[in-house]
């Protein structure tokens, strides 16, 4: 069965960093662009980066530009995202996702989802 686990969250003071990994099974791995996305308290499941299936291209939304950065290893079945100068108004619960089209990483696109975890940022 597909798998993405997700780990790395936890809390932190506003300016600190994180990184978050998503460790993936059960799936061609390397054939899947991954994303990362989070929801806050009472507020929809929105993107925040994106990857595509080789690593070459990346996107980002608009909020953490300039701040967090996608990443993978294919090799490892890994992505991650480093989150620096993290604020309070990053708190949320990370989702790691799969899905077939990098250029359409929306959540109705999206095959396969992590469980998520959270990240708590603290003035």
């Known amino acids: 069965q597909v798998q993405l686990v997700e780990s790395g969250g936890g809390f932190v003071q506003t300016g600190g960093s994180l990184r978050l990994s998503c460790a993936a099974s059960?799936?061609?791995?390397?054939?899947?662009?991954m994303g990362w996305f989070r929801q806050a308290p009472g507020k929809e499941r929105e993107f925040v980066a994106g990857?595509?299936?080789?690593?070459?291209?990346?996107s980002s939304a608009d909020s953490v530009k300039g701040r967090f950065t996608i990443s993978r290893d294919n090799a490892k079945n890994t992505v991650y995202l480093q989150m620096n100068s993290l604020k309070p108004e990053d708190t949320a619960v990370y989702y790691c996702?799969?899905?077939?089209?990098?250029?359409?990483?929306?959540?109705?696109?999206?095959?396969?989802w992590g469980q998520g975890t959270p990240v708590t940022v603290s003035s």
């Open positions: 996702a799969a899905g077939t089209s990098y250029s359409q990483l929306t959540p109705r696109r999206i095959d396969y």
């Open positions: 990857i595509s299936w080789g690593g070459a291209r990346t």
């Open positions: 059960g799936l061609t791995f390397s054939g899947y662009a």
